[in-house]
């Protein structure tokens, strides 16, 4: 492996995508710890330690690298892109002009990255809006007495509102530079960049809190074993055999060769587990605007991350969109249609309507497992804090750990075939 990247680094080209993609990611992390006008950075740092544990944005906040409730310029992360992105491809079911654009291909996809582009500048004046009105009024951090935007005048406001929607824009800018000129899947690196630099806080919080040496490698233990989970579960693919029929034109023969159609175990990603925390988040936001209600005493008693109440509603919500997302995503028509108009059929299977029930028998079983992985792997958190009996929630779970093996594990991957382009040793030689 360290041959590798002895080898990848010699390979000019090779070498200017590294340092390209490493100096954009060096430069993201800049701008997640750069203030917003505005902001008073010590108010802030004083506030920022104790709100952390308990804040109903830790979510955004995990994605963003703990650049959201620093309230920097990238306070939004890449959030408003990857929920512009979710909402585009779900109203592809809806708008029949958005799935028009899906089939046709290269041009189609390029409006729809336009129309993602837009979305995520809305998403961002949204988010921006509702994050500062809510530093503005004492509610991102409600143990705090220091204000963390002293002047909270409409101009002000609105100067902030604004540098938080164009850093949006800059990250989503970022993301595209890596994707073309570097290496791997840039808005993914982004994430996987914010992740990865809270990681060692993180762990040091667990070290010096109430858990000790002795649980703190016990906590390492459980991050080795659900990485291995992990590796294990993302590298399953169930295939399933294509053979496509010899065809005569002319004098030449096409077709006559076997493929198969490779289905993921967690054909979902992570998505299901941001919907379903975002969803949970929703009650937990509106009861902060009326603290003293019967509502918002009821919210605060069973929707804790450790409560029963919890928990299930967790469990079910990420089941649910886990066969909703793959509903959507894998169109078994539209394979069962290419593979006939290509003269394809699976094996002991007719073609047409047999091949698209085949194909979701096979998805619905496939998902089956995938949800119930991705149920364990959001909740491996909360059992780790009551099995070792931690007085602190884990400020990382089975949802960052999925991000970062996939993520690193796909960007090894595209750094290999350009190594074994060039001949060289690859990693997963």
């Not at 995520?120 to 500062?132: D, F, R, Y």
């Not at 960049?193 to 667990?206: E, K, Y």
Request: with cysteine; hydrophobic share 50%.
């Amino acid at each position: 492996m360290l041959s590798a990247f002895v080898q990848a680094f010699k390979t000019p080209d090779l070498r200017r995508k590294l340092l390209f993609t490493l100096g954009i990611m060096a430069l993201f992390r800049l701008g997640s710890v750069l203030p917003t006008p505005g902001v008073s950075l010590k108010n802030v740092q004083t506030c920022v330690g104790q709100a952390e544990d308990a804040s109903l944005l830790s979510l955004i906040n995990i994605f963003s690298g703990g650049a959201l409730l620093q309230l920097s310029v990238f306070a939004l992360g890449i959030m408003p892109y990857i929920t512009a992105s979710i909402i585009i491809q779900l109203l592809r079911v809806v708008i029949p002009r958005f799935e028009e654009l899906h089939k046709e291909g290269q041009a189609g996809t390029a409006k729809l990255t336009e129309y993602t582009r837009y979305l995520t500048i809305g998403l961002g004046v949204l988010q921006s809006a509702t994050i500062v009105a809510t530093a503005a009024n004492g509610q991102l951090f409600p143990t705090c007495t220091v204000p963390v935007i002293p002047n909270d005048s409409p101009v002000n406001l609105a100067l902030m509102i604004v540098t938080m929607t164009a850093g949006t824009g800059l990250i989503m800018w970022l993301g595209e530079l890596i994707t073309d000129r570097g290496i791997g899947n840039g808005m993914s690196l982004l994430i996987f960049t914010s992740i990865v630099a809270r990681f060692p806080q993180n762990l040091g919080s667990i070290l010096t809190g109430s858990g000790g040496a002795s649980k703190f490698f016990m906590v390492i233990a459980v991050i080795l074993v659900a990485t291995i989970a992990v590796v294990f579960v993302e590298q399953g693919t169930r295939r399933i055999p294509v053979q496509y029929a010899k065809r005569m034109i002319g004098r030449r023969q096409y077709g006559g060769s076997t493929t198969y159609i490779p289905i993921k175990i967690n054909t979902a990603n992570v998505i299901p587990v941001i919907f379903a925390s975002s969803i949970l988040a929703m009650p937990q936001l509106v009861s902060q605007f009326s603290p003293n209600s019967s509502w918002a005493a009821w919210v605060g008693q069973n929707l804790r991350q450790t409560d029963t109440i919890y928990l299930v509603a967790y469990g079910v919500l990420i089941l649910f969109f886990t066969f909703f997302y793959t509903a959507i995503t894998f169109n078994a028509d539209e394979i069962a249609d290419n593979m006939k108009k290509y003269g394809g059929f699976i094996p002991g299977i007719r073609a047409g309507e047999p091949t698209v029930k085949y194909l979701s028998y096979v998805i619905n079983r496939v998902t089956v497992v995938g949800a119930i992985y991705l149920v364990l792997l959001a909740l491996l958190p909360t059992i780790a804090v009551i099995w070792l009996g931690l007085s602190q929630s884990l400020p990382f779970g089975g949802t960052t750990i999925l991000i970062m093996v996939g993520v690193g594990l796909q960007t090894v991957k595209e750094i290999n075939s350009q190594l074994q382009q060039r001949h060289y040793e690859g990693f997963l030689s």
